[in-house]
């Protein structure tokens, strides 16, 4: 689905105004004649920047990783709560489905940006609804999968296998699951929020003097576009570590194995994910400078993002002094247990 929107946005770009091929006869309404009509151009946008981070990456990056190779890794012989794990996939499919069916409704799918700002999102078509109500669901199998992901790691490692012992890539999962635990309910507010906007006729994100079509909007008042912003971004912005650390846990554990040696620094890069993860929740305003904040809070905000390079830096710096002095190998990891394996024995 996301490949395929990814094609039309990127027909869009360099042909615009042109008919699509072969695709642009299955749109129907949304591409009259086979051109991309503007407001379902936004609706691809959209979906598509949804549809990567919280339906691609971070399943993938968390969720099949983190499920396959963390018990492998702590020798557990399973995930702590296998229901538990089971039910965090179920909440997840509803949410992709809930998300997806949208495209099916009157006016189409969620046109207001994978950020959801509001009051646009607020007075948009019906798919903004469904939007909502697939994030809700999204967010619910992160938290269980979070949870269950902390309780493993801290019941289930093998005898003797203390913290200090545990693999790189485990404690990459360990700060991810916290950072899932804590920021992912500040999305979960504001969706609620946003849905009683929308269905209950409250303000919380509509400030007065609002103007749609030409016409005074009653329902508005009071209300504060910037509390989405913040309540979004104070998510969105460890959600960037989301996705970032556990690729950095898989690529340590790649190069630790075809380096043949020990990851350097190994206990300054554990201490450098903690302080990346505590930092992540201090510098979400960075996206916000052009909403008008103060010179004290913007200060503070660009202190703290330049502060956070610095653990990212000494990660990326570890990683590569690792390199340095091993027998490193750069064939193919393979395993003679795969179907069709062409390994080729020892590796030089």
């Known amino acids: 689905m996301g490949f395929v929107l990814v094609l039309i946005i990127r027909w869009q770009h360099a042909y615009a105004g042109q008919?699509?091929?072969?695709?642009?006869g299955w749109l129907g309404g949304n591409a009259p004649g086979g051109i991309l009509l503007p407001e379902f151009y936004n609706q691809l946008g959209a979906m598509h920047g949804?549809?990567?981070?919280?339906?691609?990456?971070?399943?993938?990056?968390?969720?099949?990783?983190?499920?396959?190779?963390?018990?492998?890794?702590?020798?557990?012989?399973?995930?702590?709560?296998?229901?538990?794990?089971?039910?965090s996939y179920w909440f997840y499919l509803a949410g992709g489905l809930v998300m997806l069916a949208s495209f099916f409704t009157p006016g189409g799918a969620a046109g207001s940006g994978w950020t959801s700002y509001a009051p646009l999102s607020v007075v948009a078509i019906d798919g903004q609804t469904w939007w909502l109500a697939g994030m809700l669901l999204i967010i619910m199998s992160s938290l269980l999968g979070a949870l269950n992901f902390i309780t493993t790691i801290v019941q289930l490692r093998a005898p003797g296998l203390t913290w200090f012992r545990l693999p790189f890539f485990v404690w990459a999962q360990f700060v991810t699951a916290f950072l899932l635990l804590l920021a992912f309910p500040a999305l979960q507010a504001a969706a609620l929020l946003q849905g009683m906007d929308r269905l209950a006729g409250t303000s919380f994100f509509m400030p007065s003097g609002l103007v749609v079509s030409g016409q005074p909007l009653e329902r508005a008042g009071e209300g504060s576009a910037l509390l989405w912003q913040h309540l979004f971004w104070f998510l969105a912005?460890?959600?960037?570590?989301?996705?970032?650390?556990?690729?950095?846990g898989i690529i340590a554990e790649i190069i630790a194995n075809n380096t043949r040696k020990p990851l350097w620094g190994y206990?300054?890069?554990?201490?450098?994910?903690?302080?990346?993860?505590?930092l992540s929740f201090m510098v979400w305003a960075h996206h916000m400078f052009l909403t008008g904040m103060g010179t004290t809070i913007s200060a503070f905000f660009q202190a703290t993002t330049m502060i956070?390079?610095?653990?990212?830096?000494?990660?990326?710096?570890a990683l590569i002094l690792s390199l340095y002095g091993g027998s490193i190998r750069f064939n193919t990891p393979c395993s003679s247990r795969w179907p069709f394996s062409q390994c080729s024995g020892s590796a030089g």
Do not use: C
């Not at 956070?308 to 710096?317: A, D, E, H, K, T």
């Open 267 to 278: 206990r300054l890069m554990v201490y450098s994910l903690f302080v990346l993860g505590f």
């Open 50 to 87: 949804t549809i990567m981070v919280f339906l691609g990456v971070v399943p993938l990056a968390v969720g099949a990783f983190g499920n396959y190779v963390l018990p492998l890794q702590i020798g557990a012989p399973d995930m702590a709560f296998p229901r538990l794990n089971l039910l």
């Open 308 to 317: 956070i390079s610095i653990p990212s830096v000494v990660v990326l710096s």
């Open 19 to 24: 008919p699509l091929p072969i695709i642009g």
């Open 237 to 248: 912005h460890p959600e960037v570590y989301v996705l970032v650390l556990p690729a950095l």
